[in-house]
Each structure stands twice: as structure tokens, then as C-alpha cells.
């Protein structure tokens, strides 16, 4: 009797054993954040990215189509990560760029395609809209789609405000570049999704695909993909209402935008704008006199280059040839 009431202890121990050992999405968000936060220097920032983007099933290739981390990416069409948009996202991150207005990310997303059916997104719209997504990941902290939202969440509070107490009308939100990337993803990949229905091959549905899918061009990309979906959704549930679709109107156009917008959306990260002009000082106008010319002075710089100094060779972006780390010429800045 004595055994058969150990075994029966012993049966019962594990799985509570094992659910001890799963941690919560709410604790994977805070570890993560940590880990971004508080890295010492890009490499050991770039190891947590990547982490992160294993955690929201986002596969991570070289630029040669070599596997880094499977994930839910169904072929070279579809959409991953390349381990040198990791390094870049590292360097801004941890460069400290400027972050970003909510109006401005929302100006990105519009240009994607992911905003209501009938208007465009405004950064009153995305402040609100993430608010009521993080409310609804804590709602089903299990999720692992909740993630996105509860990582964007953390990073804010490492800067000082929280979104799930914050008030749209008078508080000042601004995203730093990993919050920027997670918005976008949280918003873009549940829309991106839906591109992929049974019977229709997946590159019916991309604009600005690569010249060619074959082998050659697509490497090793989405040929170990583990089925599973990308862990987002969140904010998406939040941001298309009413919702949109990916019907026969939107088959070449929404799809290829969201990709080119998320990897357009890594590689800004490789650039530093600064200023080469002082101070000018407060200006008036409407005074009726002449008015100075004023001129300002910015050098735009690439600081993170993929390892290889050739074009890309596999994947979406195959052919892309990425500027020396230095100098740009005739660069546009808003």
C-alpha cells in the first residue's frame, strides 16, 4: 500500500512539475524586455532579438538562404527575419535612436495597408488601439499571441509609462525602434495570414517578389518550417475595425506591402541621421519683412551592413545590395 500511494503522489507530482516549468507569456515578455533593455553591448542585445523573434515563431535566415531558427514561415515567399535585420535592429536599439511619435508608426502601418476598411489610422487611433490590445493579452495571458502586445507593454514601462493605465487625450507616448518593429508585426502578420488559403500558391498573392523561387534563389527558407502560426494578433483585432480582407482586389498589393514594409522597417535601423548645423534658434515669420534663407546641414550613415558585402543571394530580398557602412548620397530626410 505504501508504494502504490508513493506511485500515485509521484503521478500526481508531474504534471504540476511540468506546468511549474512553463513560464507564463506575461513572464517570457518581462524576461525579454529585460534582456533587450539591459544588454551591455549589440551582440548580447542581437542573442535577445533573436530569442524574441523564436518566441513569435519568426524564422531567421543569412543572406545566403541558410537557416539560423525555423519558424512559421511557409517558403522564401512568405515572411522571416535575416539575421543581419537582427543586427540592425540591435544596433538602433541600442544607439539609442530617436523614438517614434505614435503618428508616425501609424503613418508606416497605412502605408501597408493594415488600417480600418474605411479610413486611415491616426496616432490617437494606434495609442488606443494598443491599449485595449495589451487589456485583452492580459485577459489570456496564456496566449502565446498575447506576447507582441505584452512586450510593448514591458518596454514602455522600462521608459517610464505604462499602457494599460496611460491616457490617450494627455499623456505622451513615444515607441523606441523594438517597440516600433513588435507594433508593426503585432499589426501586419494576422492580416499577412490570410494570404494563405488551400489550392492558391503563395506567391499569387506577393507583389516585389524576388525575379525568381527557384532552389537556387530561396536556399534553405521555409523548407523546416514548424507549421505553427506567428504568435501575434493582438493589436491587429484592435486596428482593423472594421476589419479588412485580403480578397481578389487586394491580392497583389496588401501582402507584398506588409513584407516590404517589415524588412523596409528593419533596415531603417541601419541608418544615423545627424545634424551638422548649430542651433538656429526660434525663427518668426509674418512680420512683413524679408525672411533669411535658412539652411541645415544633416549627413545620413549606414552603420550595420550584412556579413557578406555582396548582394543578397536568397530570399525575398535576393539581389538587394546594401550600402558600405558610411556615408549615403541622395538620401531623403522628413
Not at 175 to 183: G, H
Not at 187 to 194: E, F, G, N
Not at 256 to 261: F, K, N, S
Not at 276 to 294: E, N
Request: a negative charge.
Amino acid at each position: 500500500m505504501k508504494l502504490l500511494v508513493c506511485s500515485l503522489i509521484s503521478f500526481c507530482l508531474v504534471p504540476f512539475a511540468l506546468q511549474a516549468q512553463t513560464p507564463s507569456t506575461g513572464s517570457v515578455a518581462l524576461d525579454l524586455a529585460t534582456r533587450i533593455t539591459q544588454a551591455p553591448d549589440d551582440p548580447t542585445r542581437g542573442q535577445a532579438l533573436s530569442a524574441m523573434a523564436q518566441a513569435l515563431n519568426i524564422g531567421i535566415y543569412t543572406s545566403a538562404g541558410q537557416t539560423v531558427a525555423a519558424g512559421g514561415e511557409r517558403g522564401c515567399m512568405d515572411f522571416y527575419l535575416y539575421d543581419f535585420e537582427v543586427k540592425m535592429l540591435a544596433w538602433a536599439e541600442g544607439a539609442g535612436r530617436s523614438p517614434a511619435a505614435p503618428s508616425d508608426v501609424a503613418k508606416a502601418l497605412n502605408a501597408m495597408g493594415v488600417h480600418p476598411a474605411n479610413r486611415l489610422l491616426t496616432g490617437g487611433d494606434l495609442i488606443t488601439a494598443l491599449a485595449g490590445a495589451v487589456r485583452a493579452a492580459y485577459q489570456n495571458p496564456v496566449d502565446p499571441a498575447a506576447l507582441p502586445a505584452m512586450l510593448i507593454r514591458e518596454l514602455g514601462r522600462f521608459q517610464g509609462y505604462d499602457l494599460t493605465t496611460i491616457d490617450p487625450a494627455t499623456d505622451t507616448v513615444t515607441f523606441d525602434p523594438v517597440q516600433q518593429y513588435l507594433i508593426a508585426l503585432d499589426a501586419t502578420l494576422p492580416v499577412l495570414a490570410q494570404a494563405a488559403k488551400p489550392g492558391i500558391p503563395l506567391a499569387v498573392y506577393f507583389s516585389g517578389t524576388p525575379a525568381s523561387t527557384s532552389a537556387s534563389v530561396c536556399g534553405a527558407i521555409g523548407t523546416q518550417s514548424n507549421g505553427r502560426r506567428w504568435q501575434a494578433g493582438r493589436l491587429a483585432a484592435q486596428l482593423t475595425q472594421p476589419p479588412i480582407s485580403v480578397d481578389a482586389t487586394a491580392i497583389s498589393t496588401i501582402p507584398g506591402a506588409i513584407i516590404d514594409g517589415l524588412h523596409n522597417e528593419a533596415i531603417s535601423n541601419s541608418v544615423r541621421v545627424t545634424s551638422l548645423s548649430p542651433d538656429q534658434g526660434p525663427v518668426h515669420y509674418g512680420h512683413g519683412g524679408p525672411v533669411d534663407t535658412m539652411r541645415f546641414a544633416v549627413v545620413a550613415e549606414t552603420m550595420v551592413q550584412p556579413d557578406s558585402t555582396g548582394p543578397v543571394q536568397a530570399g525575398w530580398l535576393a539581389g538587394v545590395q546594401y550600402p558600405a557602412i558610411g556615408p549615403l548620397a541622395g538620401v531623403g530626410v522628413d
